[in-house]
């Protein structure tokens, strides 16, 4: 059973950076691949970024692309989201996610959840 617990979010202006943690226990992290989720209000889950098991490939949604970087230290069990050129409508709750398969974006492929953080972009 692996344990994630997300941190690092809050209120930024736009065009501002942010950078989100997600820490990983009880399980051998270095074997899931990691990726991040957002919700906003009113709207479905959806795709942001993964990284591979060793951290060699990433995944990114085209709306995030040159903006979010994803990485991940096997050694502190941690998967981080870097978010630069924020705008407003990236305001959600950011959810981080733990896959025993490949890397990819499909939710339902993730089988443990952090409880979210909350990004918040003003104009």
């Known amino acids: 059973q692996v344990q994630l617990v997300e941190s690092g979010g809050g209120l930024v202006q736009a065009g501002g950076s942010l950078t989100i943690s997600c820490a990983a226990s009880g399980g051998t992290f270095s074997t899931y691949s990691m990726g991040w989720f957002r919700q906003a209000p009113g709207k479905e889950r959806e795709f942001v970024a993964a990284?591979?098991?060793?951290?060699?490939?990433?995944l990114s949604a085209d709306s995030v692309k040159g903006r979010f970087t994803i990485s991940r230290d096997n050694a502190k069990n941690t998967v981080y989201l870097q978010m630069n050129n924020l705008k407003p409508e990236d305001t959600a709750v950011y959810y981080c996610?733990?896959?025993?398969?490949?890397?990819?974006?499909?939710?339902?492929?993730?089988?443990?959840w952090g409880q979210g953080t909350q990004v918040t972009v003003s104009s």
């Open positions: 996610a733990a896959a025993q398969s490949l890397y990819n974006s499909i939710p339902r492929a993730y089988n443990y």
């Open positions: 990284i591979s098991w060793m951290g060699r490939s990433t």
